[in-house]
């Protein structure tokens, strides 16, 4: 007997406490920061086929500052390909993105230099605390009458020393 009302004391608190602990959660301030470094996967080319034919693919970097208020600053964005070797620094200078602003970086379609392990690397800062930007690549390309397209996503990494 008192097992099972421990049992229902319990299944009480579950059903009163969780979606009050999931709301908490939902209504959390997204954090801010004042730098980072990203590292996003492109795609130069992809196989396809059984024997693995290349399908070459446009790589477009798109950096979007989403913060409404406070710019950030574009202080590198590198090229790397499969084996991590770098292919080209595709930033002469650092580069100031307004409130809501957005850049973007091209690879064409015939620079199979990448390979279909290629890489950015993004650096960035800001004066100010601000809403994470959004980093990713899109891929596009067509082979005969079959068109691809697809997109990935940035992460931020810490590079160790």
Known sequence: MR??????????????????????????????????????????????????????????????NTDPKYPMT?????????????????????????PLESTHYIIPRDDKSGGSGANFLVEWSSEKPINQPIVESVMIGAEGQQGISFTSRGQAITISD
């Open 74 to 98: 574009i202080t590198a964005v590198d090229y790397y390909g499969t084996k991590g070797e770098p292919l080209s620094k595709l930033l002469n200078k650092p580069i100031i993105l307004g």
């Open 3 to 64: 097992i099972m009302r421990r049992a229902f004391i319990i299944s009480v608190i579950l059903i009163v406490f969780t979606p009050l602990l999931s709301f908490a959660d939902s209504q959390a301030t997204p954090p801010l920061f004042k730098g980072q470094k990203v590292y996003v996967p492109a795609y130069s080319h992809i196989y396809a086929g059984n024997r693995e034919m290349q399908i070459l693919l446009t790589v477009t970097l798109s950096i979007r």
